[in-house]
């Protein structure tokens, strides 16, 4: 009989996380939005910076009217300098309303003509332009990012030919949408790289990136694969390998769609980390973040958005149906579920396709989107929404799909672990031993089977037994000799089951010598139980003596730390593990080390192993042990080591969240402050910022700092800064949230503020 422990997870897409998400992210463009021209073409001459995140741009709209008398253009600008409209070389008037940059227009132009305005800015928008530590600068694909950082209607009704001319630093790469057609080095600092698309693309697919990128290239048929990404960041085998999938996914993708890659060439970017951005595609672009996890997936997934999500263009991405579309079309054999850390809604609805697309029942449902994406593609370009879609599937079905049914995911079947307390009765004078067997949790309701393989001086002999329920006592027949047994579900069984035995000591003993290291491991532990008993240090010793196999070792040393605990010069026994080659040797030793507190030559090493270890495993077991034997100065002390080498900022932060509970100097407080302010990667600034917000509580530090964070470039820093409110007082509270409501323009983090003024 098997017994599975099965759980159900209901998925509710408008479950709390969900439904929180959607409301702090409300970026849906509108459906019919007033736009009386057509933007045929854009040619962009812009400037960036490698030491700041600026943009200095003049850009010449090619611009025709779609009505009479037109006197006006709106465009959408914010978060930019606007220096100059012109038309013809001669300035214009223009005026900046909320969001939109309103052009006066020198001559009313009629429908179907056609005028060239010139427009020039500088953006270094935080929300538009981002920069990270590693020196990359590119520009944000969330909805609505476009025009802080590029004067343009933003919205996927818009399409529109380019071309660009870049200067950029002369060791600096930099992609574009489109195709690179030329390179120029113009001096000795810089060089122009020229960039053009003759495919009209819509804007909000329009991006940017800088990097001190290495480009590999293939072909798909015609179309050019290119493949950016920093030399140290990726192996050439990788980088070679990643360019294969991508053009083996176009192929494979537009044999399915009968649909050509719908852009001039694709540009795939790798960066580190996803700044919190939830669009990771645009026309033609795909961003990679190492952050996400597998790059072959966020590959595939990547191009299918080239299809569904930027040829078909959407409202009201990211969305969870747009999500379902992609697993549809890259599949589920080759690809899996992508890391989260910043819960990005995108992602996150992914993973949930990915993991239970094979859990949605209605078969007839995926048959019909399935066999329909071709269709679909086809019938449909620019702006598409899912009532379109279902319509289509009406037609083929008569079932109107306005939403997608929710599902249930069932996880991986497991087996359920039973487990039993097994007493040994040994009666050594009439060598009469009884198996007392008792659940420690839920019983077994059936006969279970249990093979007994006794090890007597001179030979092995192996029988049956059987057990059943909560309580059962078996009597074993056993030879005078006997050294010792062993208990094992039969082979043949289908429960989980493990045994925690209470054999007689010398049971124990003899199995230290058993030929299975299995067996001679489960002896070492159980043995220390029996501390007390004052032959077993000797036994112990011995044992090691004439032991090779470095994980029975391991468990012996373990056994023996406990029996010594610090005993004067027993600690040189684990001191020699240290330099051990085998991990579990080394391990043994740092962990027995924790018994000896006042001991400063065992500190001294345990703090060089903390130092030097290379292994993360090596670390962890290593501060776990120093923590026990020295103060929380120590450890600072430590971390300050480790972060004079950037290669040890992790480890140091790691530290500190061990060190910060017990410091009473307030060293560890300043550390966290310098690295949650200062130029690190987001992931180790992240965890010095969330152990300030919780060991901080001076008010005056956070009515001196608050303000400084909540400026920070990164909107997730400012998102995780908010929860320092709590220590200001009232009225500065109310005073902050209502200036940061005003200047803020990342929603998710203005959902924040909104939601801690209430």
């Not at 009201?316 to 989260?340: C, H, R």
């Amino acid at each position: 009989m098997k017994k599975g422990l099965l759980t159900l997870i209901v998925l509710v897409f408008t479950s709390s996380w969900a439904f929180s998400q959607q409301n702090a992210a409300d970026w849906q463009y509108v459906s019919y939005p007033e736009l009386p021209f057509v933007l045929d073409h854009i040619s962009l001459d812009l400037t960036l910076e490698s030491s700041e995140p600026l943009i200095e741009g003049v850009g010449n709209y090619l611009i025709t009217s779609r009505k009479p008398g037109l006197t006006e253009i709106v465009f959408n600008s914010a978060d930019m300098d606007i220096q100059s409209v012109t038309f013809e070389g001669n300035e214009t008037e223009y005026r900046i309303s909320s969001d939109s940059l309103i052009i006066q227009l020198p001559d009313t132009l009629q429908r179907g003509n056609t005028m060239e305005m010139v427009i020039t800015w500088k953006s270094s928008s935080s929300y538009g332009v981002i920069q990270d530590v590693y020196g990359n600068m590119w520009t944000s694909l969330n909805p609505k990012g476009r025009y802080h950082w590029l004067p343009v209607p933003d919205h996927p009704e818009v399409a529109t030919t380019l071309e660009a001319f870049v200067t950029i630093p002369a060791d600096r790469e930099l992609v574009f949408n489109g195709t690179l057609v030329g390179d120029e080095l113009v001096s000795t600092d810089e060089k122009v790289l020229e960039w053009s698309s003759e495919v009209p693309v819509s804007v909000t697919g329009l991006s940017l990136a800088m990097g001190d990128f290495v480009r590999s290239s293939a072909r798909s048929g015609i179309k050019e694969v290119s493949f950016y990404s920093s030399e140290n960041t990726l192996l050439p085998e990788v980088r070679d390998g990643l360019l294969s999938i991508a053009v083996s996914s176009m192929k494979e993708y537009e044999r399915k769609l009968s649909f050509e890659f719908p852009y001039e060439s694709l540009n795939i970017i790798v960066l580190p980390d996803n700044h919190w951005e939830e669009i990771q595609t645009g026309a033609g672009i795909i961003y990679l973040y190492q952050n996400l996890g597998s790059l072959p997936t966020q590959l595939r997934r990547g191009i299918a958005e080239q299809w569904f999500g930027n040829f078909h263009r959407y409202l009201d991405a990211p969305d969870n149906k747009y999500e379902f579309l992609k697993v549809m079309l890259a599949g589920t054999s080759n690809i899996q579920q992508l890391n989260n850390p910043d819960g990005l809604q995108s992602i996150y609805r992914w993973n949930l396709w990915e993991k239970g697309f094979d859990a949605l029942e209605d078969d007839h449902l995926k048959t019909v989107i399935r066999e329909s994406l071709a269709e679909l593609v086809q019938q449909y370009s620019g702006v598409t929404g899912w009532n379109e879609y279902a319509d289509f599937w009406y037609d083929e079905s008569g079932l109107f799909w306005e939403v997608l049914p929710e599902f249930e995911l069932r996880e991986s079947q497991k087996e359920e672990e039973y487990v039993y307390g097994v007493e040994y009765i040994y009666d050594e004078m009439t060598s009469a031993l009884t198996l007392v067997f008792e659940a420690k949790g839920e019983p077994i309701g059936s006969l279970v089977t249990v093979d007994v393989t006794e090890f007597g001086f001179t030979d092995t002999s192996r029988t049956d037994i059987t057990f059943t329920g909560a309580l059962d006592s078996v009597e074993v027949e056993i030879s005078s000799g006997i050294d010792y047994l062993t208990l094992k579900p039969a082979y043949d069984t289908d429960l989980d089951i493990r045994f925690e035995e209470q054999k007689p000591f010398m049971f124990w003993i003899r199995q230290l010598r058993d030929q299975s290291s299995e067996n001679q491991i489960q002896a070492a532990k159980a043995l220390q139980n029996f501390t007390d008993n004052p032959d077993l240090q000797l036994a112990i010793r011995d044992a090691l003596q004439g032991e090779d196999n470095a994980n029975v070792r391991a468990a012996m040393l373990e056994t023996l730390s406990v029996l010594t605990k610090d005993a004067s010069g027993t600690e040189e026994t684990f001191l020699g593990n240290l330099n051990s080659d085998n991990l579990s040797i080394q391990l043994s030793g740092l962990r027995a080390l924790a018994n000896y507190t006042e001991n400063e030559n065992v500190a001294f090493q345990v703090r060089n192993t903390l130092l030097r270890a290379e292994r993360d495993t090596v670390f962890n077991v290593a501060l776990e042990t120093y923590q026990q034997i020295v103060p929380a100065s120590d450890l600072l002390s430590a971390a300050e080591r480790l972060g004079q080498n950037e290669q040890g900022d992790k480890k140091a932060i790691k530290i500190l969240k061990v060190a910060a509970p017990a410091d009473t100097s307030n060293k560890s407080m300043i550390m966290a402050d310098r690295y949650a302010l200062g130029e690190y990667p987001h992931s180790i600034r992240e965890e010095a910022l969330a152990l300030l917000i919780e060991f901080e509580e001076n008010e005056d530090y956070w009515q001196q700092t608050l303000e400084i964070f909540q400026e920070d470039r990164d909107p997730r820093i400012r998102n995780l800064s908010l929860d320092a409110v709590k220590y200001l007082s009232e009225s500065d509270r109310t005073e902050l949230l209502e200036n940061r409501a005003k200047e803020e323009l990342d929603p998710r983090v203005l959902s924040k503020i909104r939601e801690l003024q209430q």
